[in-house]
């Protein structure tokens, strides 16, 4: 069934919808998967040129992808849902170019752990996001969807910000130092690192094997532990309800910051 505005209670269009609120629809028949993709691909069409979240936009293979659910039953846990994939993961049909001109069209053989993860679990595969070159110092051309003079933070800069402009729903990073959890609060949307070796990251090209992690992006918490259930392979790490525990690291680099950083630093502690 296609969309229309208003349908089980629900106003605006598609690709506002977080992967819960669209998992039910879909579930529902209220809404296909096909068109939950395509207007997530308007919504590209329209903001891209300005934004430049992606690096690769898969439009025909996720729509074919997207046909194929609706026909035979969306009965996976992310069934239907559209997902950006940072450009540093392996993916067997479309280029893994980590954000360098020296990786240009490179094809690799087969996809990631996590990206097949991903496709098992019936996730549409969108594309792949920008990521700074070899997720590292030099950004690539994303900008803030919120202010599009600002910098959407790094190293996962696309994937903050295709979720956040609503182009996807989810999105893959990786953290080395702070690559998921900086872009995410940059551009306003939930991002989580998993404890280091709980998701598998064969396929995922390394800035530093001994650090770097598989994160993801989602504009709810709910959409952050229905991923981590695929891709951790078990429970949820986390509850929504749990009062975090948290650790404070005052860095030696702590005194560059401006004096506004480090008063929003010491708020966030107080409270």
Known sequence: MDWRPGMAGMSGKPNELTAGEALDLLRGRSLSAESLTQSCLERIDARESRVNAWAHLAREDALRTARALDRRGLHGPLAGIPVGI????????????????????????????????????????????????????????????????????????????????RMVPVALGTQTGGSVQRPASYCGVFGFKPTYGRVNRAGLKFAAESLDTVGWMARSLDDIVRVDHVLGGGPPAVSPLAAPRLAVCRSPELGAARPETREALDGAVRN
């Open 86 to 165: 940072k450009d540093v993961f392996d993916t067997a049909d479309m280029p893994t170019q980590m954000g360098s001109p020296i990786h240009a069209g490179h094809r690799p053989a087969t996809d990631a752990s996590v990206v097949a993860l991903l496709r098992e679990a019936g996730a549409v595969i969108l594309g792949k996001t920008v990521t700074a070159e070899f997720a590292g110092l030099a950004p690539g051309p994303t900008a803030n969807p919120h202010r599009l003079a600002h910098t959407p933070g790094g190293s996962s800069s696309g994937s903050a910000a295709a979720v956040a402009d």
